[in-house]
Every structure is written in structure tokens, then in C-alpha cells.
């Protein structure tokens, strides 16, 4: 079931605060998706999803590799018959006031804040299309 970005209700965005993990989804060079368990964040005022990484890992790689237009990619949720995705646009954001904000978001969604990583880049996700049944 989709849902209208400017008009998410209460209990979308509740369950987007709530303490569960969520997939993320992009795509590698041969057009296959790539799904791994990674803690997410949405910011609805700005429409911005963001997954905190590695710089090297497989996730942030592949977002790179879709070039300077970004990289299409979803993030997804379930908890028993409610469930939610955010699609949009990835980029790859190693600057620290991104990264800070990132992990930010993180700490107060996860109740913990993320171990140092010098290494450490946000992905971020302008999002476009919003589903579910939350």
C-alpha cells in the first residue's frame, strides 16, 4: 500500500522510531540486489532515510558504483503483519557533519550511540516512494 511523503501518518512514522533492525537493499553492477540487516533512520520533515557503514563495505560500494546520480535502493522493515519501505535515491556522504547526523539519528532511535570508526560514511536516501501497512 503506498503512501502520500507529505501525509505519513502517526503510525507509519511511530513504527519507524520503533527499536527494529530493517534491510537495505542496492543494487550491484550486474543489476542483482544486494540485501543486508542494517539499523536505519528516517527523517520525514526532510524525506531522508540514512544507514550508517563503512566506507569499504559491499552496501556503500555498490551506491558509489551507480555513479553521481545516486543509486536506487530500499530500505525495508517488518515486525509481524505490519511492515514498511522507503525507495529512493542513495549517495554515499563522508563528510563529518553528515556522518555526526547519521549517528545522531542512530543513537536515538537505537538507545546506543555507535562505536568510534574512523572509517565510518552515511548513506543517505532522498526518498521518493513510501509503503507499507504500519
Known sequence: MAHDLADLSPAYLAFWGEHLMSTLTTPRRD????????????????????????????????????GADG????VCQVAGRRWATLEGIAQVRADA????????????????????N?????????????LGRA
Open 118 to 130: 574512523p572509517e565510518r560514511v552515511a548513506i543517505e536516501i532522498s526518498v521518493v516512494r513510501a
Open 71 to 74: 543509486a536506487r535502493v530500499a
Open 97 to 116: 557533519a553528515a556522518v555526526a547526523e547519521a549517528e545522531r539519528r542512530y543513537a536515538e532511535r537505537y538507545g546506543r550511540t555507535p562505536t568510534p
Open 31 to 66: 543489476g542483482s540486489p544486494h540485501v543486508v540487516p542494517v539499523g536505519v533512520t528516517y527523517d520525514a520533515e526532510r524525506r531522508i532515510a540514512r544507514v550508517i557503514t563503512r566506507g569499504g563495505s559491499t552496501k556503500a560500494r555498490n551506491v558509489r558504483a551507480a
